[in-house]
């Protein structure tokens, strides 16, 4: 089972930026896909961006295309999600997870979900 750790939330004025971390350990990040989820309070998770193992196929909900960037550096073991121009309705914990990417989705092939990171956009 893959093994990541999600960092680099917190409490940002609308219109900031966030640059969060998906770290891997015990395993080679690049044989995976990674996928970059949220829930708000009271609601699902909702898929937000993934990336191919590789990083030549990327997706985004529409939400956030033209503000978030997903990233991957293989040689760190490492996933980012840039989050720029930061709204209130981004406010959610952030979670990654190994997916598959099928046409446009990005479908998690775990069940289990870790802690995840807070991300808190508010004046």
């Known amino acids: 089972q893959l093994q990541l750790v999600e960092s680099g939330g917190g409490l940002v004025q609308p219109g900031g930026s966030l640059r969060l971390s998906c770290a891997a350990s015990?395993?080679?990040?690049?044989?995976?896909?990674i996928g970059w989820f949220r829930q708000a309070p009271g609601k699902g998770r909702e898929a937000v961006s993934c990336?191919?193992?590789?990083?030549?196929?990327?997706r985004y909900v529409d939400s956030v295309k033209g503000r978030f960037t997903i990233s991957r550096d293989n040689a760190k073991n490492t996933v980012y999600l840039q989050m720029n121009s930061l709204k209130p309705e981004d406010t959610a914990v952030y979670y990654c997870?190994?997916?598959?990417?099928?046409?446009?989705?990005?479908?998690?092939?775990?069940?289990?979900w870790g802690q995840g990171t807070q991300v808190t956009v508010s004046s």
């Open positions: 015990g395993f080679t990040l690049d044989s995976s896909a």
């Open positions: 990336i191919s193992s590789r990083g030549h196929i990327i």
């Open positions: 997870a190994a997916v598959s990417i099928i046409q446009a989705m990005c479908i998690p092939r775990s069940s289990t």
